[in-house]
């Protein structure tokens, strides 16, 4: 204990060298979502502007902070001043502001977004708080506290801002009293399926075993997600001590983080962290003097989804084909090398250093009855706000797509959550209430946060034909239903998307659907045709519209529609033609153009760079030919 | 990869089966593929057959068996850059170069792979070159990007190993 009252005085000191100095700071958030901003060239600026100035300034670099749409976001904080942050800052920009800023005293308060101060300051500047920007309000920072507040590469950062005083609230609890917090919380595991935690952490504690296991799944293989990977990259260490805590409440002396390849930076930062934990105690042999011994190993992943499914996750850590095994027995019970293995998401894990801390009761105000906490979700797609976001569960899908996301430019169609095995709602269930219940009963998933926001130049027989590819493409191989009905279904619906599509196929998709939904080995395989069975039942219209007026509305399904230019929308700017690499726009400049339809391949360049919503999809003229295929 | 390359690779590493697919992604970070005599190599140190490490292998998408292009270009066919026209770029790369995914130009320049994802779906749609990401990626900028390839065949593309040489994600300017 004395050895951590240390450390931690340390690290508070170190924090407050920083904070309270005489000196600028700056902030800049270099996340891969920063970065794919091009915040790394900001950076060099900043470092530019700062030795041109000859000013001494601290520079943190930062994890995401939320809103990716406004990145790269540069934050400074000039001594006695509050921090304050300036959006879509490119390297010019970077230069006028800091120059402003240090040399003229100027903070141009036209440029920034918002402020970390009080009110007055906003009475003084004109500035608004950055919490109060549309996209935040709603928001509550739990789980992502510190991104965007700490340099997730230090672990002084994260000491001094209470950082492992869960752990050590856990030391005092014992392990009975840890998993008597957990259960008060109400919190349910955020992988997906909602799994009560403290129910998991009970059965693996009373499991026999000479050894157990904690295996934290960072595998996030929803494409269109990245709450976990924005989490590890912005503060790792609350991952890691929520690990920590776990594996004292079980009893596990191991620990592994199976990480996506994808996310080389995460790796990366894990790897940093780790290091540092041994170096200050807090893992290995007799942490801290309490006698739990504790290690934790980064184990990257190879590339298949379905690896993010427990059982086919440990075949995997064994050096396996990661294909799923019947459960029972539960990993829990019997898992890794035949040991009880508890696996969390990465999320969990997250929320545990604040449940410990803070205790089960502060969290469980969070949320609904039931569904307590917060929960983040990466809001993607059509959305005019994107990036990630935390709520408190039971918030509608109102509130997310239209509060928080801004809505959509072209009108709005659908939401779709859950990933690949999750489902795609329509408009009238907008005043959903977003918790495990209703997202199941609706027909989707919550599953690990994924939100993608569609418009109406989304297709959805397109979309339930692309989650399908991926299904057919990561499905294992191992239980027939899957392997084979993935195939019927995506076979089926490429027909529909080609203009073959004739009303028996909608029973085929019905059918194949139930046998998968009630005999596939794994998760996997018996959620596969949520995307279909969802657009089926509540976009029906549009399936027909593919299979009777051979039409797709929406533009996506290339043989069944062609373009159009709407004369009196076209100001003849010539962008479209510039753009069509088929030679099939003619035209003269400030006049109307024209689509030659026989050589127009339907690639959609100019429908994409067409500011005046001038070139439309319509119905294709001719009658088609219809192939038979065999 | 030779019989003392991989014991140098291997050496925090237990030989034991589990150690199997950390070994394989260190073999290939260092040569870019995995050879017939490293898979002959491994399947000694571990003492398991060579069977076994090609069916494991050949499971997980990462792992590749034939030397790779000089440059590597991956599109991301993930759920938000397919709804931001993902399909797009790759049927762009087909035409450009004849490519689909997993295939190699026949001089050996450009590799090419659909990806699922890289995380960076508020970006979207997103490529990634030689371990750089470009984010908010459209057909015209695409080409650009396929044509500096085919007339600069010199830019590295070496695995990101260290820290310098992690995907840096850089912003295209319209
Ligand atoms: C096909 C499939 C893929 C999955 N992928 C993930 C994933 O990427 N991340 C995750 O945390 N859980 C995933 N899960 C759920 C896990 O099996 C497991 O339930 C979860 O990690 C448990 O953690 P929790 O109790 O904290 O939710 C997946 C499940 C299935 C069936
Ligand atoms: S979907 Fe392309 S980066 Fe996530």
Not at chain 1, 71 to 85: A, F, H, N, T, W
Not at chain 1, 116 to 122: P, Q, V
Request: charged share 20%; hydrophobic share 35%.
């Amino acid at each position: 204990m004395q050895r951590f009252n240390q450390i931690k005085q340390n690290a508070l000191k170190n924090w407050k060298t920083i904070t309270n100095s005489s000196l600028p700071v700056i902030y800049i958030g270099t996340a891969s979502c920063g970065r794919a901003a091009g915040a790394l060239k900001t950076l060099e600026a900043i470092q530019g502007t700062l030795q041109e100035l000859n000013q001494p300034a601290y520079i943190l670099q930062v994890g995401c902070i939320g809103p990716c749409y406004l990145e790269p976001l540069m934050d400074i904080q000039l001594p006695g001043k509050p921090r304050i942050s300036y959006s879509k800052v490119t390297p010019e920009k970077a230069h006028k502001i800091l120059q402003a800023a240090l040399v003229g005293d100027d903070l141009s308060p036209s440029l920034a977004v918002g402020h970390f101060g009080d009110k007055e300051f906003t009475k003084e500047t004109g500035i608004p708080p950055f919490f109060d920007l549309a996209m935040l309000k709603p928001q509550v920072r739990i789980i992502l506290r510190n991104c965007g507040f700490i340099d997730p590469e230090n672990l002084d950062h994260y000491l001094a801002h209470d950082g492992y005083a869960g752990f050590m609230n856990a030391l005092e609890k014992g392990p009975t009293g840890v998993i008597e917090e957990v259960k008060e919380s109400g919190l349910r595991g955020r992988g997906g399926a909602g799994f009560p935690t403290y129910k998991k952490w009970e059965i693996c504690r009373n499991a026999e075993g000479e050894d157990k296991y904690v295996i934290c799944n960072a595998d996030e293989g929803d494409p269109g997600a990245f709450m976990n990977r924005s989490l590890i990259e912005g503060d790792p260490h609350a991952v890691l001590e929520g690990m920590l805590i776990a594996g004292y409440a079980i009893g596990a002396n191991h620990g592994y983080v199976y990480v996506r390849a994808e996310y080389p930076l995460a790796v990366l930062r894990l790897g940093k962290a780790i290091q540092q934990m041994r170096q200050a105690g807090l893992l290995g042999i007799d942490i801290l003097g309490s006698g739990f011994n504790f290690d934790i190993n980064v184990k990257e992943g190879a590339g298949a989804f379905v690896c993010g499914e427990e059982t086919a996750m440990i075949a995997s850590l064994e050096g396996e084909r990661g294909m799923p095994r019947p459960r029972p027995p539960f990993p829990a019970e019997k898992g890794l090398n035949g040991m009880p293995t508890l696996i969390n998401n990465t999320e969990t894990f997250g929320i545990l250093p604040n449940v410990l801390r803070k205790g089960g009761k502060w969290f469980s105000q969070f949320g609904t009855k039931g569904n307590s906490g917060t929960k983040t979700f990466s809001l993607v797609g059509k959305a005019r706000h994107t990036g990630l976001i935390e709520v408190p569960l039971g918030m509608t899908l109102r509130q997310i797509v239209f509060d928080i996301g801004g809505g959509t430019i072209k009108p709005f169609k659908a939401v779709q959550t859950g990933g690949p095995l999750g489902g795609c709602l329509s408009a009238t269930h907008l005043d959903t209430p977003v918790d495990y219940e209703n997202m199941r009963a609706s027909g989707s998933i919550m599953g690990s946060g994924g939100l993608i926001v569609l418009d109406e130049s989304t297709c959805i027989v397109d979309l339930a034909r692309y989650f399908l590819t991926f299904s057919e493409c990561e499905s294992c191989g191992k239980c027939t239903p899957c392997r084979i009905g993935s195939r019927i279904l995506l076979e089926t619906l490429e027909k529909i998307a080609r203009g073959e599509g004739v009303d028996e196929d909608l029973d085929v998709l019905y059918r194949v659907a139930d046998t998968m939904q009630r005999t596939a080995l794994c998760g996997a395989g018996q959620t596969a045709p949520n995307p279909v069975l969802t657009t089926l039942k509540y976009f029906m219209n549009e399936y027909q519209t593919h299979i009777h007026g051979r039409y797709c509305p929406a533009g996506v399904c290339t043989e069944l529609f062609e373009y159009r230019i709407i004369p009196e929308k076209c100001p003849g700017c010539g962008r479209c033609a510039q753009v069509c690499s088929s030679d099939a726009i003619y035209g003269k400049k400030k006049e109307p153009y024209s689509i030659d339809t026989e050589k127009c391949i339907r690639c959609r360049s100019c429908y994409e760079v067409c500011k005046f919503d001038a070139i439309v999809p319509v119905p294709v003229s001719q009658p088609m030919k219809v192939e038979v295929t065999l | 990869m030779e019989r003392s390359d991989i014991i140098q690779l291997s050496k925090d590493l237990v030989y034991e089966k589990g150690s199997l697919i950390p070994l394989l992604q260190r073999v290939q970070q260092t040569e870019g593929y995995i050879s017939e005599e490293s898979i002959r190599e491994i399947a000694r140190l571990l003492k398991i057959s060579e069977n076994h490490i090609y069916g494991v292998a050949s499971f997980y998408s990462q792992f590749r068996f034939q030397k790779p292009g000089k440059n590597k270009l991956k599109v991301c066919l993930g759920t938000a850059c397919h709804v931001q026209g993902g399909q797009l770029l790759a049927q762009e790369v087909e035409k450009q170069l004849g490519l689909h995914s997993g295939e190699t130009t026949p001089d050996g320049n450009i590799e090419y792979e659909e990806v699922m994802c890289l995380g960076c779906c508020a970006q979207a749609a997103v490529v990634e070159i030689n371990g750089l990401i470009y984010s908010k990626m459209t057909s015209e900028k695409l080409i650009k990007k396929i044509n500096e390839l085919t007339s600069h065949s010199e830019i590295s593309a070496s695995l990101p190993v260290s820290e310098e040489e992690l995907p840096q994600i850089v912003e295209e300017s319209a």
